[in-house]
Nanobody, 126 residues
Framework: QVQLVESGGGLVQAGGSLRLSCQASGRAFSSYSMAWFRQAPGKERECVTAVSYWGGTTSYADSVKGRFTISRDNAKNTVYLQMNSLKPEDTAVYYC???????????????????WGQGTQVTVSS
């Protein structure tokens, strides 16, 4: 098990940028694939992006491709989400999640994850 704490959310104007961080505590962070999910009011939780445990594979939702970038620093037990060219439709609570030793399409399924952060609010004004 890992404990996850997100930071970096806030209010930004459309076209602006934010960088979210997710600090993990616990053992073997480098053995966990990591993902960012988001959930807007009245909508289902969706996978924004994920990175494999070795960092070699990333995936992105079509809605954020070319604007968002996930990265991880295993030495710091941290995963980042750089969000550029933000749009009002990006407004949501963003959650960090960890999944031990799994890669591939399963990374986009929120039901696969049993390690979640508390979430951080991102609000993009028009």
């Amino acid at each position: 098990q890992v404990q996850l704490v997100e930071s970096g959310g806030g209010l930004v104007q459309a076209g602006g940028s934010l960088r979210l961080s997710c600090q993990a505590s616990g053992r073997a962070f480098s053995s966990y694939s990591m993902a960012w999910f988001r959930q807007a009011p009245g909508k289902e939780r969706e996978c924004v992006t994920a990175v494999s445990y070795w960092g070699g594979t990333t995936s992105y939702a079509d809605s954020v491709k070319g604007r968002f970038t996930i990265s991880r620093d295993n030495a710091k037990n941290t995963v980042y989400l750089q969000m550029n060219s933000l749009k009002p439709e990006d407004t949501a609570v963003y959650y960090c999640a960890a999944l031990f030793g799994v890669t591939g399409t399963r990374l986009s399924d929120p039901y696969e994850y049993d390690n979640w952060g508390q979430g951080t609010q991102v609000t993009v004004s028009s």
